[in-house]
């Protein structure tokens, strides 16, 4: 059975920086796309990085754009989420999610909160 666990939430202040990491089992996803959503406090999962298996495309929430760098690893079945300089509003938990793609052409599709598999998600805070 397919499984994405998350990992390396945590509290840091404004400006600080997290790497979040998307550990998943049960199944090869070097043909999935890979993506990273959050959900604050009282409002909606909404997208924020999309990764294609091969590397060549990645996607961004116009709100992290210049601040957060999504890679991947296929050798070890793992997605990152490098977040440089957090905002208060960054604060939520953030998902992974995993979509197959294995033409390579529905990583877009991520911004549109495809996925097949998710995570259970990791909660980060960060403090003002």
């Known amino acids: 059975q397919a499984q994405l666990v998350e990992s390396g939430g945590g509290l840091v202040q404004a400006g600080g920086s997290l790497r979040l990491s998307c550990a998943a089992s049960g199944r090869t996803f070097s043909s999935y796309s890979m993506g990273w959503f959050r959900q604050a406090p009282g409002k909606e999962r909404e997208f924020v990085a999309a990764?294609?298996?091969?590397?060549?495309?990645?996607y961004y929430a116009d709100s992290v754009k210049g601040r957060f760098t999504i890679s991947r690893d296929n050798v070890k079945n793992t997605v990152y989420l490098q977040m440089n300089s957090l905002k208060p509003e960054g604060t939520g938990v953030y998902y992974c999610a995993a979509d197959e793609d294995p033409a390579g052409v529905r990583c877009g599709m991520m911004r549109n909160m495809a996925g097949d598999h998710w995570g259970q998600g990791t909660k980060v805070t960060v403090s003002s």
């Open positions: 990764i294609s298996w091969s590397d060549e495309s990645t």
